[in-house]
């Protein structure tokens, strides 16, 4: 018998899915969102965290962003 679970697939870069998977362990246990890390660069997580994702990672690009200073 086939258990089938819904999620999303992530596809990302290596520093990027560290930045996820440290978001994942960072939550309680009850709110854990990743359903399996299948490599360093793709992840299988749950639906309902799919733009929780895109804000959090818009946002750290946003803190590590330069902005060349205008003179």
């Known amino acids: 018998m086939v258990n089938a679970i819904k999620g999303v697939f992530v596809s990302c870069d290596i520093p990027m899915t560290q ?3 440290n978001m994942n362990n960072s939550m309680p246990p009850s709110q854990k969102f990743i359903i399996h890390v299948l490599d360093s660069t793709h992840l299988f997580v749950q639906p309902h965290v799919e733009q929780m994702i895109r804000s959090a990672i818009s ?3 946003d803190q590590n ?3 060349k200073p205008t003179s």
């Open 19 to 21: 930045f996820i998977v």
């Open 59 to 61: 946002d750290f690009r």
């Open 65 to 67: 962003s330069y902005e």
